[in-house]
């Protein structure tokens, strides 16, 4: 991942950073796990604008994210990362063995092809999901 310092032809792009990540993929969401989002554009119940300059932007479809991570002990290969318009983080797609998709936070260091497990038989490595009494103390954890 690289950050690119975009040059400052307009006062909009002036001191604009990219963030560049040639392992994310191209295409599309995985339609099956999103969701439309609706925008709020600043206005309560009744429609009337309550707080201004509100809204616009480009539409969002929202990722459906597994925090829960409960199918023990069956593996799972990450098929794809993927960029997320909803969040700061990137999102990476599970296959599991049973052909079941899901999306999770991606965590540092996990990279397309990756094997990761949950449950509390699973091995302590990066991406893999366990109780916090299973985790020795000391262990960097993430997405709790």
Not at 10 to 38: A, C, I, M, Q, Y
Request: glycine share 12%.
């Amino acid at each position: 991942m690289a950050l690119v310092k975009v040059k400052p032809t307009s006062p909009g792009r002036r001191g604009l950073v990219k963030v560049v990540n040639p392992d994310l993929h191209r295409g599309g969401p995985f339609e099956r796990l999103t969701e439309s989002k609706k925008r709020g554009s600043g206005r309560n119940n009744n429609g009337h604008i309550t707080m201004r300059h509100q809204g616009g932007g480009h539409k969002r479809h929202y990722r459906l994210v597994d925090f829960r991570r409960n199918k023990d002990g069956i593996a799972a290969k990450v098929e794809r990362l993927e960029y997320d318009p909803n969040r700061s983080a990137h999102l990476a797609l599970l296959l599991y063995a049973d052909g079941e998709r899901r999306y999770i936070i991606a965590p540092r260091g996990v990279a397309v092809g990756a094997q990761l497990m949950n449950g509390s038989d699973a091995p302590i490595k990066s991406g893999n999901c366990l109780p916090l009494r299973n985790i020795p103390v000391g262990t960097t954890i993430h997405c709790v």
